[in-house]
C-alpha cells in the first residue's frame, strides 16, 4: 500500500493547517493509521493515532487539544487537522499505517510509511 501525505506548508504560529493523506488501496481499511513527525535534529515522535473504526483515539501530550485526527473511510483517507500552531511543531510529518493491527501502536508496531510533508511554523 502507498500513502501519499500532503496539505503541509509555512505559517505563522497560531495558525492551523490541515494534513491529508490518500491511501493507494483498501489494504489499510481495517487497521490503525496515524501521525508521526520528525524534526531536524530529533529523533521521530509520535503525534496522533486511531484505531480503524475511530473508537480508540490518542495524541502525544504535545499537541492534545489543538490536533485532531479523522478519517474518512469512503474517501479511503487519514486527516490531521491542526490548529493554534507554534513554532515546536515544524516538522515533517508522516503517515502511518500499523501493517497488522486494527489499532494504532505509538510504538513497536510494524508499520506501512508514506512520504513525509513539511510543516513550518515562523514566529
Known amino acids: 500500500v502507498q500513502l501519499q501525505a500532503s496539505g503541509g506548508g509555512l505559517v505563522q504560529a497560531g495558525g492551523s493547517l490541515r494534513l491529508s493523506c490518500a491511501a493507494s488501496?483498501?489494504?489499510?481499511?481495517?487497521?490503525?493509521m496515524g501521525w508521526f513527525r520528525q524534526a531536524p535534529g530529533k529523533e521521530r515522535e509520535f503525534v496522533a493515532g486511531?484505531?480503524?473504526?475511530?473508537?480508540?483515539?490518542y495524541y502525544a501530550d504535545t499537541v492534545k487539544g489543538r490536533f485532531t485526527i479523522s478519517r474518512d473511510v469512503a474517501e479511503n483517507t487519514l486527516y490531521l487537522q491542526m490548529n493554534n500552531l507554534k513554532p515546536e511543531d515544524t516538522a515533517v510529518y508522516y503517515c502511518?499505517?500499523?501493517?497488522?493491527?486494527?489499532?494504532?501502536?505509538?510504538?513497536?508496531?510494524?508499520?506501512?510509511w508514506g512520504k513525509g510533508t513539511q510543516v513550518t511554523v515562523s514566529n
Open positions: 502511518v499505517a500499523d501493517a497488522s493491527s486494527p489499532y494504532f501502536r505509538a510504538s513497536g508496531g510494524r508499520y506501512y
Open positions: 486511531r484505531s480503524w473504526n475511530g473508537g480508540t483515539i
Open positions: 488501496d483498501r489494504t489499510v481499511s481495517n487497521n490503525g
